[in-house]
C-alpha cells in the first residue's frame, strides 16, 4: 500500500479493515511505500502512533524514476508519481518476500484477506 499525507485517513481505514477481519492479524504484514521526501521521514512514525503493534516495513520511492514518463492527465490524482510505484514493487520491497496482495488506500475489506492470499495462481 501506498502512503500519502493527502489519503493517510484512508490507508489507516484500509489497515483496520484488514485486521479486524482477518482471522490471524498478528501474521499479517504490511509493506508501505512512501515518496522520498520530507514526509517519508515521518511516514514511519504516524503508523506507528496510530497501529503500535503492526508489522510493517516502509519503502522510499524515487519519484523521478516515473515523473518524466507522466503526462497530463484528466484526472489530476494520476499525475501523483506514487499511483506509478505497485509497478516497481519487485524491485522496490526486499527480495526475501516471494508474495504480496497490493491494496489501493481507498480500498475496504469485508472479509479475510488470508482468503484472497490462499488463492493458488498457478494454472
Known amino acids: 500500500m501506498t502512503l500519502n499525507v493527502k489519503y493517510f485517513r484512508r490507508s489507516v481505514a484500509a489497515v483496520h479493515s484488514v485486521l479486524k477481519h482477518s482471522s490471524c492479524p498478528e501474521n499479517v504484514y504490511f509493506h508501505f511505500v512512501a515518496l522520498k521526501n520530507n514526509y517519508f521521514q ?6 506507528k502512533s496510530v497501529f503500535p ?3 510493517f516495513k516502509v519503502y522510499s520511492f524515487n519519484e523521478f524514476r516515473v515523473k518524466k514518463l507522466i ?3 484528466i484526472r489530476q490524482a494520476l499525475d501523483n508519481p ?3 510505484a505497485r509497478t516497481y514493487l519487485a ?12 491494496l489501493d488506500s481507498d480500498v475496504v475489506l469485508v472479509d479475510d484477506i488470508q482468503k484472497l492470499w490462499s488463492i493458488s495462481l498457478t494454472g
Not at 42 to 47: A, G, L, Q, T
Not at 91 to 102: A, D, G, K, S, T
Open 71 to 73: 503526462s497530463s492527465s
Open 91 to 102: 524491485e522496490i520491497i526486499q527480495p526475501c518476500v516471494e508474495r504480496v496482495i497490493y
Open 82 to 84: 506514487l499511483n506509478y
Open 53 to 55: 503493534s503492526l508489522s
Open 42 to 47: 515521518d511516514s514511519r512514525k504516524m503508523v
